[in-house]
């Protein structure tokens, strides 16, 4: 039925940046299998591709990272700047976690994807279905929510919140805070981890990222937050002033054995087609922890933790949603909130403030 409705005018509209033919020739004909996309030009370096984008008047762009006179890297910086567009980084190099693809989500662009392996038809495939999801995805991502994001700063400055400097404050090491997120959530955890205080409860994270990329990001937040930030290992005890990152091709749970609190990492299916999934670790907050947890859901697409966190309130815990204005994708937040699973609608520079007064008077 949508095939027969679907026209070029209501079609996702997408240019090609690669200086390779063969895969600009390769990534057009993956796109042009589906009946929602159309390929409306490929450009073989970010000069020529400025032309195109005037002309063209693209809705995605499918940027590569390596390319000479002017790296994919540069010119995001540049376009974010002067015209801000969804884009979609894909390169050789992502696969690994590269510091270069994690740079790129923190310039503004809202995916990263590797560039395809022609091994078997089935892989071929399965590329092709993520490739096209990530264009869809990218084509309804709030841009211009992540330049308001960076704009806060000033906004921020005038919000008066607890001064987490302050020595009167004594949080409780029993509590735990979770948080989920998908796409746009790098640079949400960002903005909420960057000035939590060193004796902050211990926080447990699942962002959807392939495997490699979560070990990367941990290290990336480790250098520049008060807290310690890693990749989650099984057995990691729960510790105050530390973030633990779920594996990007694990289930995180947390556990409890007399005492202790500590982290399993499981090598189960998918849930919601997530591995890590939010719910499952939002499901297992709940059992463990109950009314001396706060969850946290932040931009993404899909459902993934909107049933966990609903899980979790009714454990007694205390759970906040990221509101849409400061959402890339205002997909998990919302169904979260439509469900009654959020007591506080936040935007995102507010949320640490408000986790620093939460805890601190003791209102859970």
Do not use: W
């Not at 979609?88 to 992502?94: D, G, K, L, R, T």
């Not at 991502?141 to 020595?167: C, D, G, H, M, R």
């Not at 993404?300 to 400061?326: C, F, P, R, V």
């Amino acid at each position: 039925m949508t095939e027969k409705i679907m026209t070029n005018k209501n079609k996702i509209k997408v240019l090609i940046i690669d200086d390779s033919a063969l895969i600009r020739q390769s990534i057009s004909l993956l796109l042009k299998d589906s009946v929602f996309i159309d390929v409306v030009g490929t450009s073989y370096n970010p000069f020529d591709a400025i032309q195109k984008i005037q002309k063209l008047k693209p809705d995605v762009l499918l940027l590569d990272i390596q390319m000479p006179e002017m790296d994919g890297l540069t010119f995001l910086k540049k376009l974010m700047k002067q015209q801000p567009m969804p884009v979609i980084i894909f390169s050789s190099f992502v696969e690994e976690g590269s510091t270069n693809a994690l740079k790129a989500l923190e310039y503004g662009a809202v995916e990263i994807i590797g560039k395809p392996k022609f091994t078997t038809s089935a892989e071929l495939e399965k590329y092709k279905l993520k490739l096209i999801g990530a264009v869809q995805i990218a084509s309804i991502a709030n841009i211009k929510s992540k330049n308001n994001v960076l704009q806060q700063e000033i906004i921020k400055e005038e919000i008066k919140t607890v001064s987490y400097k302050s020595p009167s404050i004594s949080f409780d090491s029993n509590f735990i805070i979770a948080i989920g997120a998908s796409t746009g959530g790098t640079e949400a955890i960002k903005r909420v981890l960057e000035t939590v205080p060193e004796d902050f409860p211990p926080i447990v994270i699942t962002q959807h990222m392939p495997v490699g990329f979560t070990n990367s990001f941990a290290n990336r937040l480790n250098q520049i937050c008060k807290i310690t930030v890693k990749e989650a290992e099984t057995n990691d005890i729960l510790e105050t002033g530390h973030a633990y990152i779920a594996r990007g091709d694990r289930q995180l749970i947390v556990k409890k054995v007399g005492e202790k609190h500590f982290l399993k990492l499981e090598d189960t299916p998918p849930v919601n087609r997530h591995k890590p999934s939010v719910d499952v670790l939002f499901n297992s907050v709940a059992k463990t922890y109950g009314k001396n947890s706060i969850g946290v859901i932040l931009t993404g697409m899909g459902s993934d933790g909107a049933k966990g966190l609903k899980t979790m309130k009714e454990t007694g815990a205390h759970t906040i949603a990221q509101d849409e204005s400061s959402c890339v994708v205002f997909g998990m937040p919302k169904v979260a909130i439509s469900i009654g699973g959020v007591d506080v609608v936040l935007p995102i520079y507010q949320i640490t403030d408000y986790l620093i007064k939460t805890l601190s008077k003791n209102l859970i």
